[in-house]
Nanobody, 123 residues
């Protein structure tokens, strides 16, 4: 079964950093764009960042550009999200996704999702 498994969430103070990881269970995702979304209770899931596996194409939401960095490690089938200068409003469940294209400021055609990892930022 094809899976995306996130890790790296936790409780961190404002101003701190975290690195989230998402590992794909197999290389069948090689033709996908890999991305991160986040969601807080009562709100819609929000696009955060996406990348091709080569890293040649990266996309960011305006709200996180400059603080978040997406990267990939093909050998490990893993995509990372480095989050710096964390703010309380970054508190959310972060989801990894595999999508087929980027359009209208989001990753689209998201056929696969992980179960999410919780990031909590204390003030």
């Amino acid at each position: 079964q094809v899976q995306l498994v996130e890790s790296g969430g936790g409780l961190v103070q404002a101003g701190g950093s975290l690195r989230l990881s998402c590992t794909a269970s197999e290389r069948s995702f090689s033709n996908y764009l890999m991305g991160w979304f986040r969601q807080t209770p009562g709100k819609e899931r929000e696009f955060v960042a996406a990348s091709s596996w080569s890293g040649g194409r990266t996309y960011y939401a305006d709200s996180v550009e400059g603080r978040f960095t997406i990267s990939t490690d093909n050998a490990k089938n893993t995509v990372y999200l480095q989050i710096n200068s964390l703010k309380p409003e970054d508190t959310a469940v972060y989801y990894c996704a595999a999508g087929t294209y980027y359009s209208r400021n989001s990753l689209r055609g998201t056929d696969y999702w992980g179960d999410g990892t919780l990031v909590t930022v204390s003030s």
